[in-house]
């Protein structure tokens, strides 16, 4: 495919994407969960997840912290309550790209991954996220040693203002402070969540029964 205006089928872009990526993650200790996605688990609670997300005809290089006492919101209208306790199903709770704090920049070097250049641009960008921007990924995921550690990188996210436009952070740093037995701190972080959530009370109340539980069973943190 030499068309540089050609747009890279899935099929492709999932070769590509095994052959730059699937080397280094394995290395790293991390099983490939689907495609573009990539997963490690080292402690109780938590996975390590590096993924490629599709993005408007781009491929844009996502790492972060998917945690098993952590629900979702799943469904536009069905607004249903699940989890995302597998390697299959994990998802970034706590997250990073190289788009900036809230994708609002400086853009980092390998940020993103064009599908719509052909092949050879394609793969060139691949190894050029690898190369320049995965190290930097792996390093973040590498400096949590333990549950204890993620309370920094979640207070470092609160103290920005725009907090709240990410709800699933504000949801996991809530139920993440129930889980380490801080119960006070965690109900003032629930409780503006609710506060500003768009969802239904029906959601709202089933999500409060999973937060209870937490709060009650908090987990020994090392």
């Given at each position: 495919?030499?068309?540089?205006?050609?747009?890279?089928?899935?099929?492709?872009?999932?070769?590509v994407v095994a052959?730059?990526?699937?080397?280094?993650?394995?290395?790293?200790?991390?099983?490939?969960?689907?495609?573009?996605?990539?997963?490690?688990?080292?402690?109780?609670?938590?996975?390590d997840v590096v993924k490629l997300h599709s993005d408007r005809g781009s491929l844009i290089l996502v790492w972060g912290f998917s945690f098993d006492f952590v629900?979702?919101?799943?469904?536009?209208?069905?607004?249903?309550?699940?989890?995302?306790?597998?390697?299959?199903?994990?998802?970034?709770?706590?997250?990073?790209?190289?788009?900036?704090?809230?994708?609002?920049?400086?853009?980092?070097?390998?940020?993103?991954?064009?599908?719509?250049?052909?092949?050879s641009r394609l793969r060139q960008e691949a190894e050029f996220a690898k190369d320049q921007?995965?190290?930097?990924?792996l390093a973040k995921l590498d400096s949590v040693r333990s549950l204890r550690d993620f309370r920094c990188l979640f207070e470092f996210e609160a103290r920005e203002k725009y907090f709240y436009n990410l709800p699933q952070v504000g949801l996991a740093y809530a139920f993440y402070l129930a889980k380490i037995g801080d119960e006070v701190?965690?109900?003032?972080?629930?409780?503006?969540?609710?506060k500003r959530s768009h969802h239904r009370e029906?959601?709202?109340?089933?999500?409060?029964?999973?937060?209870?539980?937490a709060a009650a069973s908090p987990l020994t943190v090392q």
């Open positions: 495919m030499n068309d540089a205006s050609a747009f890279c089928s899935p099929p492709l872009v999932d070769l052959n730059s990526f699937d080397l280094p993650l394995t290395e790293a200790g991390f099983a490939k969960a689907s495609a573009r996605k990539y997963v490690r688990k080292r402690f109780i609670g938590a996975r629900p979702h919101i799943a469904g536009r209208f069905t607004e249903t309550v699940r989890w995302h306790r597998t390697d299959k199903s994990a998802s970034t709770d706590l997250g990073y790209s190289g788009l900036g704090r809230f994708c609002s920049g400086p853009r980092e070097p390998g940020a993103t991954i064009e599908l719509w250049r052909g092949e921007l995965l190290p930097r990924a701190e965690a109900r003032r972080y629930m409780s503006e969540w609710l029906e959601t709202q109340k089933t999500l409060a029964r999973p937060f209870e539980e």
